[in-house]
RNA sequence: GGCGUGGUGGCCGAGUGGUCAGGCUGAGGUCUGCAAAACCUCCUACACCGGUUCAAUUCCGGUCCGCGCCUCCA
């Protein structure tokens, strides 16, 4: 019987039990990159994040629809297209590529929708039209369309944050003057010379979307006017779900969504990312270093994801020898031999585990506790190994349930856990060392040892015969 | 200034009003010709000061320190 799951909404700031719009479906949103630049791991670490949420909704029998935007129009995609002479979308283009190679290095499962800004620039006028007509919206002197905040009472409920008692003068802007109040946000921006060749029809002129619209229309479109998940690093919070809620629920007269979960921020070093700080990483540049995506996956899931992870490269080793550790548990398990050993404490182990891991993940996704979860399980079956008290089927049925965690986790490939091929020349050397030390010519065995050392693979012995195994 | 969040053993990182996290590292041991792998044992922490309580790392108050947001940064 798996438990209910309960996530922490900062949307009241409780830990509340999923209940959808519709019974056995979960609609989510997620703030998706903008596409100016490869993104680096703290975006990740919001997107593992994401997928993790997605995995265990799945696990818990859920369909999910899933909808992650693509913003491919503001002021850093058109600064840096212009900056290389590049048309937005010969720009953009680059980046989309690459983020979709990234989340699949990360085994980040697609969401059904990508939606991108510039192929949804109706909807958003279509949306801002609607807040003119309703009067939450007006046209300013600069031509761009505001929202106005006052309009809206309960502005400020998902962040707590009430206007009245913000710092006065960091806000300063030199277009600030067209606005009828300093919060008010733009939902149409105005062309100006900056922008280039980049605009768009509208009712009020030439211009583009704000970038908070670009989210409320969107998800609209895919998900309907209330769902049930958004998400997001901690850092839109706000103003930019603040925003979506203050145009969407205006516009729709109804609640927009039911849960917001937030990711707080990867660290490196006890430090807040930054190029200046050269503790900025992006996925290409840990792949290079030798981690591979099973890897940076730990890393990132390494922490609950409403704390601050402290990414170091320290964690990546030891990530990489975790990883080591259940590849070779899984191939141990799969090396079994049919036996008549006994194994009737086998399926209570498994059920035990896989309820408590099914508890943990439930628990606003306690990965820490799924994790210490596994990794008793690993000691246990390793211990019936040790004494021969696991066969073949009991073999099976573990290695079944580490499939499911990983359905969950994506961090393992059990099955693709297999001996590497062994060269010829390597399997000869140790076959020769394994008749030394059946003749107690330990010198010779120990040399080969040492051969095969400086070929790049290790033997070990075991009562079955000897496995090679490169270093 | 406002709002928020956090300080756990050498490191990472859960959690709880009263026997357990877990992982990594280190030490010792079993096994092994030697090793490796695996397993066992040990290293018993909860920023500081008060308070509540039979009992506080866990609740309350205060102090110090870190971090985030209030600037279209996940």
């Not at 799945?58 to 909808?67: A, L, N, S």
């Not at 062309?191 to 979307?209: A, H, I, Q, T």
């Not at 030891?318 to 194994?343: H, N, S, T, Y």
Request: some cysteine.
């Amino acid at each position: 019987m798996k438990s209910k799951l309960k996530f922490f909404n900062t949307l009241g700031r409780n830990l509340d039990e999923f209940q959808p719009v519709s019974d056995g479906e979960a609609r989510m949103y997620t703030c998706g990159p903008t596409v100016y630049n490869y993104a680096h791991i703290g975006n990740f670490r919001a997107y593992v994040f994401e997928d993790l949420l997605r995995r265990t909704l799945k696990y818990f029998g859920y369909k999910v629809t899933q909808v992650m935007n693509l913003t491919d129009v503001d002021d850093k995609t058109i600064r840096d297209s212009r900056k290389k002479s590049m048309s937005l979308n010969d720009f953009t283009a680059i980046y989309k590529k690459a983020f979709f190679d990234d989340l699949k290095a990360l085994k980040i499962d697609p969401a059904e929708y990508y939606p991108a800004a510039t192929d949804h620039i109706p909807e958003m006028i279509e949306l801002v039209k609607v807040l003119l007509e309703k009067g939450f919206a007006y046209q300013a002197e600069d031509r761009s369309i505001y929202f106005s905040i006052a309009k809206f009472p309960e502005y400020g409920k998902l962040a707590r944050i009430d206007m009245e008692n913000q710092r006065a003068g960091v806000r300063i802007k030199t277009d600030e003057y067209a606005k009828d109040s300093v919060a008010d946000f733009a939902l149409w921006k105005a062309w100006d010379e900056n922008d280039g060749d980049v605009w768009w029809d509208s009712p009020w002129g030439k211009g583009r979307p704000g970038w908070h619209i670009e989210c409320s229309a969107m998800s609209m479109k895919y998900l309907g006017k209330t769902f049930d998940i958004h998400t997001g690093g901690i850092d839109n919070m706000f103003p930019h779900h603040e925003d979506e809620i203050a145009q969407s629920e205006s516009a729709n007269g109804c609640r927009y969504v039911n849960y917001w979960l937030h990711c707080d921020h990867l660290i490196v070093n006890g430090e807040k990312m930054s190029k200046s700080a050269g503790n900025f990483f992006t996925l290409r540049d840990l792949l290079e270093k030798g981690f591979n995506g099973n890897e940076v996956r730990w890393v990132l899931l390494g922490a609950h994801y409403r704390k601050k992870l402290n990414f170091t490269f320290d964690a990546c080793d030891q990530a990489k020898m975790q990883l080591r550790r259940f590849g070779e548990f899984f191939l141990r398990l799969k090396e079994i031999k049919e036996g008549d050993c006994v194994c009737s404490t086998v399926p209570d182990l498994l059920a035990k585990a896989e309820q408590e891991f099914a508890d943990a993940m439930a628990d606003d996704l306690n990965v820490s506790e799924a994790f210490a979860v596994m990794f008793q399980l690993q000691r246990d079956i390793n211990k019936m190994m040790d004494n021969d008290e696991l066969n073949q089927a009991g073999a099976a049925a573990v290695l079944e349930v580490f499939r499911k965690f990983d359905a969950v986790l994506a961090i393992f490939d059990v099955d693709a856990a297999k001996e590497e091929a062994v060269p010829e020349e390597v399997l000869t050397l140790a076959a020769r060392r394994q008749d030394a030390r059946k003749n107690k010519d330990f010198a010779t065995a120990d040399t080969i040892r040492n051969q095969l050392k400086i070929l790049g693979w290790v033997v070990e012995d075991s009562s079955e015969g000897f496995r090679c195994k490169k270093i």
